[in-house]
């Protein structure tokens, strides 16, 4: 059973930082994209930054220049740092994964449970 297990979340001041971290586990095949979505309340889940096993990271524009995503994949797990908190960053951060639970399975996406973050005073 592959599981998502995501840390890091909490209560940040405006203008702080958070680092929240994203582990892959259990049995699968293969791992072809890892990322983070948001979803505020009344909100619709939104892409935060994603990235393929290459490396090449997409980003909201709401975060550019502010968040940064990293992935270490020996660890199959993925990052991401995020810096000049807003308030507006509210939300529950979910971790995603593309991968193929075995050789003989297709593709398809996992997600974990979510990590509250909130940022305020």
């Known amino acids: 059973q592959v599981q998502l297990v995501e840390s890091g979340g909490g209560l940040v001041q405006p203008g702080g930082s958070l680092r929240l971290s994203c582990a892959a586990s259990?049995?699968?095949?293969?791992?072809?994209?890892m990322g983070w979505y948001r979803q505020a309340p009344g909100k619709q889940r939104e892409l935060v930054a994603a990235?393929?096993?290459?490396?090449?990271?997409n980003y909201a524009d709401s975060v550019k220049g502010r968040f940064t995503m990293s992935r270490d994949n020996a660890k199959n797990t993925v990052y991401l740092q995020m810096n000049s908190l807003k308030p507006e960053d509210t939300a529950v951060y979910y971790c995603?994964?593309?991968?193929?639970?075995?050789?003989?399975?297709?593709?398809?996406?996992?997600w974990g449970q979510g990590t509250q973050v909130t940022v305020s005073s």
């Open positions: 259990g049995r699968f095949y293969n791992i072809y994209a």
């Open positions: 990235s393929s096993s290459g490396g090449s990271v």
């Open positions: 995603n994964a593309d991968l193929r639970p075995s050789w003989y399975m297709e593709r398809k996406d996992y």
